[in-house]
């Protein structure tokens, strides 16, 4: 494993601290340059937002992301900082494409979000949850209590939604957009080609130019 700087400076000062063998040294080095990776993804993807005049949308897409990959899951990247270059292109332009779409009717817009909904809810009873292969879900009562879990933020999404479509809010339409869309991007992470399109991303081989020409 490839560890940041910062992360092995945390994780051996917390484990002298502590006590820590070297294993769970090494573990600890782990989750801190996840959780360093994720805040700096998290950071990028509400500044390309923001300069793409959709940080609230940004914001939408992220929360809603947020809360389905904690309990429908979804396919993953074998490298952390990939998954992140995922996170930070995808939802702002996911936004971007609210931002678009909110320009439509009503009668429009209600179509594209029942219609995102249903391919949501299809999805989560279909395959809900999709675990990763390095941490798989073995336990069925976990199972279930994660598919329970992602059908009620489906439904806390709907009523977000019913309220939206009444709210005066100058951005609703924006983000009401953006809440369907982000749940059409799950359901894609939830069936076979969202883990076809990792895998492609997992496999893309990222080499200096001047070492493919030696």
């Known amino acids: 494993m490839s560890y940041l700087p910062i992360s092995k400076r945390c994780a051996a000062f917390l484990a002298t601290r502590t006590g820590l063998a070297q294993e769970k040294e090494i573990i600890l080095s782990y989750v801190i340059e996840v959780l360093v990776i994720n805040l700096l993804n998290i950071c990028l993807a509400l500044l390309l937002g923001f300069f793409l005049g959709v940080l609230p949308g940004t914001v939408a897409c992220l929360v809603t992301a947020f809360f389905f990959r904690h309990t429908a899951g979804g396919a993953h990247s074998n490298s952390p900082w990939r998954c992140g270059l995922v996170t930070v292109t995808v939802f702002p332009l996911i936004a971007l494409l609210g931002l678009h779409l909110s320009f439509l009717s009503q009668s429009y817009i209600d179509t594209i979000s029942a219609a995102c909904v249903l391919m949501g809810l299809v999805k989560i009873l279909q395959s809900a949850p999709v675990d990763n292969p390095a941490a798989p879900i073995i336990s069925p009562l976990r199972r279930k209590k994660l598919k329970t879990g992602s059908l009620i933020v489906l439904l806390v999404l709907v009523l977000v939604l019913i309220f ?20 059409l991007w799950i359901s894609l992470m939830l069936s076979s080609y969202g883990h076809r399109i990792m895998a492609w991303i997992d496999g893309i081989s990222i080499k200096k130019e001047r070492f493919e020409r030696r």
Do not use: D, G
């Open 164 to 183: 939206l479509r009444q709210s005066p809010w100058p951005y609703a339409q924006q983000v009401s957009l953006c809440l369907a869309l982000s749940v």
